[in-house]
T-cell receptor, first 117, second 113 residues
Framework: DAGVTQSPTHLIKTRGQQVTLRCSPK?????VSWYQQALGQGPQFIFQ???????QRGNFPDRFSGHQFPNYSSELNVNALLLGDSALYLC????????????????FGPGTRLTVT | AQKVTQAQTEISVVEKEDVTLDCVYE???????LFWYKQPPSGELVFLIR??????QNEISGRYSWNFQKSTSSFNFTITASQVVDSAVYFC??????????FGAGTRLFVKA
């Protein structure tokens, strides 16, 4: 049973560039959430995708955008990179539970470490 | 506003000692879920436990136990007879409905042999 996978593992970009991170959810899961984890801090919610639509967003600017594909995989795009975007980006998948709104058990991937220079 | 506070930034213990990680949460909602996750050096967050706001029973799973007290808005995590493999960062988290989970800043646990 494949868990959550993310690619790439590490990425180095220059300020002003754009980056795309990818996530494949755990088998059977249909919901994907993205989190940003700066060094020494807890994960911060970026947004969640379900049925190919963003349904909630954290306190992140529009430079952060995403997409979910029919196979439930997801991409996170960040434009006009800033030094402060350097972080571990975590993807979490879960199974929508009858619209209850609770992420009962989120399974996290290993993350993509983004360094902006 | 919802908030999770983990006041202990780092804890260092010697193997076989018991250790308690503190978590205090804030929410005005009456229905919510609390979680603990472990993050080993590999970076992947590992789910440990989920507790809903209506269930204040303490839980024990092997060497792990959790103490949920609504009166003090706390959800503390105790590791009994710690082992070197317990060394990791531990996060407490809160979900009050909606799709957003709020994490504390984490507590880094060092267990020395």
């Amino acid at each position: 049973d494949a868990g959550v996978t993310q690619s790439p593992t590490h990425l180095i970009k220059t300020r002003g560039q754009q980056v795309t991170l990818r996530c494949s959810p755990k088998s059977g899961h249909d919901t994907v959430s993205w989190y940003q984890q700066a060094l020494g801090q807890g994960p911060q919610f970026i947004f969640q995708y379900y049925e190919e639509e963003e349904r909630q967003r954290g306190n992140f600017p529009d430079r952060f955008s995403g997409h979910q594909f029919p196979n439930y995989s997801s991409e996170l795009n960040v434009n006009a990179l800033l030094l402060g975007d350097s972080a571990l980006y975590l993807c979490a998948s879960s199974l929508e539970t009858s619209g209850s709104g609770y992420n009962y058990e989120q399974y996290f991937g290993p993350g993509t470490r983004l360094t902006v220079t | 506003a919802q908030k999770v506070t983990q006041a202990q930034t780092e804890i260092s213990v010697v193997e076989k000692e018991d250790v308690t990680l503190d978590c205090v949460y804030e929410t005005r909602d009456t229905t919510y879920y609390l979680f603990w996750y472990k993050q080993p050096p590999s970076g992947e967050l590992v789910f440990l436990i989920r507790r809903n706001s209506f269930d204040e029973q303490n839980e024990i799973s092997g060497r792990y136990s959790w103490n949920f007290q609504k009166s003090t808005s706390s959800f503390n995590f105790t590791i009994t007879a710690s082992q070197v493999v317990d060394s990791a960062v531990y996060f407490c988290a809160l979900n009050t409905g909606g799709f957003k989970t709020i994490f504390g800043a984490g507590t880094r646990l060092f267990v020395k042999a």
